[in-house]
């Protein structure tokens, strides 16, 4: 039996929530006003936040502290 466009999409759609939260890597996703939408556990980790709620801070300037810091030589 062939499963529905919706329910693929469903699928589709679980694996990727998925695998974006057990992924090694920090991710964060922004809104079109650089808010920040989403964070796996990984981001969380790195970036010391507590679950809960995300800060609402433009992510540009919280983490500008830590771009210029990698950019030193």
Do not use: H, K
Request: glycine share 2%; charged share 25%.
């Amino acid at each position: 039996m062939r499963r529905s466009p919706i329910t693929r999409l469903a699928a589709n759609e679980r694996d990727l929530r998925r695998l974006a939260e057990n992924a090694p890597l920090g991710l964060f996703l922004l809104d079109e006003e650089r808010q920040c939408v989403y964070c796996n556990a990984t981001a969380r980790q790195i970036l010391s936040l507590t679950i809960g709620p995300l800060p609402q801070a433009p992510w540009r300037e919280a983490l500008a502290e830590d771009l210029a810091a990698a950019r030193e030589p």
